[in-house]
């Protein structure tokens, strides 16, 4: 199943697939454009039931690869985008998720470097 998202978008796996077990977000992005380049980032906010996320752990990305579950997995920083595929992938195990953990936003920034 493939998923495109706008700026600010919204897509509510449990509704649209509630026996969904695993999923894996991807991104892949040129290096550059117009002689700029440019470092695309996935991070994930998983939140307790009062909207915040509960440990530091519970925030995966670049620099915290796995949630304080395990449930979830960053495959690491690509800063170029260079090669063929997906540059960055965040893996999710729907089952391995704390039962305190209510919701989880996948983020993604992008930083213009040169």
């Known amino acids: 199943m493939e998923i495109e998202l ?9 509704k649209e697939v ?3 077990k695993k999923v894996a977000i991807s991104l892949g992005w040129q ?8 470092d695309i980032d ?14 530091e752990k519970y925030f995966v990305f670049y620099n915290n690869l796995e949630s304080f579950d395990g449930s979830l997995r960053h495959s690491g920083d690509n800063r170029t985008g ?24 996948f983020i993604v920034t992008i930083h213009q470097w040169q």
């Open 6 to 14: 706008d700026k600010g978008g919204r897509f509510y796996l449990s």
């Open 18 to 20: 509630p026996d969904l």
């Open 31 to 38: 290096a550059s454009q117009n002689g700029k380049k440019y």
């Open 42 to 55: 996935a991070s994930v906010f998983m939140l307790g039931a009062d909207g915040k996320v509960p440990n």
């Open 82 to 105: 260079e090669g063929n595929g997906d540059d960055e992938t965040i893996y999710v195990d729907l089952a391995k998720v704390n039962p305190a953990i209510q919701e989880i936003i």
